[in-house]
T-cell receptor
Framework: SQQGEEDPQALSIQEGENATMNCSYK?????LQWYRQNSGRGLVHLILIRSNEREKHSGRLRVTLDTSKKSSSLLITASRAADTASYFCATINTGTASKLTFGTGTRLQVTL | DGGITQSPKYLFRKEGQNVTLSCEQN?????MYWYRQDPGQGLRLIYY???????QKGDIAEGYSVSREKKESFPLTVTSAQKNPTAFYLC????????????FGPGTRLTVL
């Protein structure tokens, strides 16, 4: 079963703009992770935020987590054409310590 | 050079044939996973293994089988019982104490003709 749902499904922006993707989930979690996938490739881990954290930064990435609303957002600042990819959120649900449940993904297109 | 390898990158099989997808890691990770990805979709968990000689079914295990005889290897067999096997298959591994951050292989695209 897929727990997370990303919004929007697709996003097209120009280079230099910020991109915001949202993820909603249904059950209580231990942590939430964001992954990136270039077309036809494997996934790359971007950032992990634990259930007791509200915000985390890594380079141009900023992730927020609101456990009361069961939602998270990923902000990519000053986007580049190389950021073009699909982005997935994934959760470790409480009681399932080793299983990641993935959302459906947001396809980001960054144009020059 | 550490990482996860999957082979082959592309695989074609006739309907009714079993096929085995390879996944090897030299990261010394305890846990390994197999996912299926269909076009425009997220990943769905097929099987996972937290330790050698032990594995558990994921959300869509029907028509698949796995083994975990070595820490480094977690092959997936797609059997003829899998009704719709054409998909992109991803293998991943994770270390014990990283909040289950997973490291992915490059994937195998299986097409059943």
């Amino acid at each position: 079963s897929q727990q997370g749902e990303e919004d929007p499904q697709a996003l097209s922006i120009q280079e230099g703009e910020n991109a915001t993707m949202n993820c909603s989930y249904k059950t209580s979690i231990n942590n939430l992770q964001w992954y990136r996938q270039n077309s036809g490739r494997g996934l790359v881990h971007l950032i992990l935020i634990r259930s007791n954290e509200r915000e985390k930064h890594s380079g141009r990435l900023r992730v927020t987590l609101d456990t009361s609303k069961k939602s998270s957002s990923l902000l990519i600042t000053a986007s580049r054409a190389a950021d073009t990819a699909s982005y997935f959120c994934a959760t470790i649900n409480t009681g399932t310590a080793s299983k990641l449940t993935f959302g459906t993904g947001t396809r980001l297109q960054v144009t020059l | 050079d550490g990482g996860i390898t999957q082979s082959p990158k592309y695989l074609f099989r006739k309907e009714g044939q079993n096929v085995t997808l390879s996944c090897e890691q030299n990261l010394n990770h305890d846990a390994m996973y197999w996912y299926r990805q269909d076009p425009g979709q997220g990943l769905r968990l097929i099987y996972y293994s937290q330790i050698v000689n032990d594995f558990q079914k994921g959300d869509i295990a029907e028509g698949y089988s796995v083994s975990r005889e070595k820490k480094e290897s977690f092959p997936l067999t797609v059997t003829s019982a899998q009704k719709n096997p054409t998909a992109f298959y991803l293998c991943a591994s994770s270390p014990r104490d990283r909040g289950n951050e997973q490291f992915f292989g490059p994937g195998t695209r299986l097409t059943v003709l």
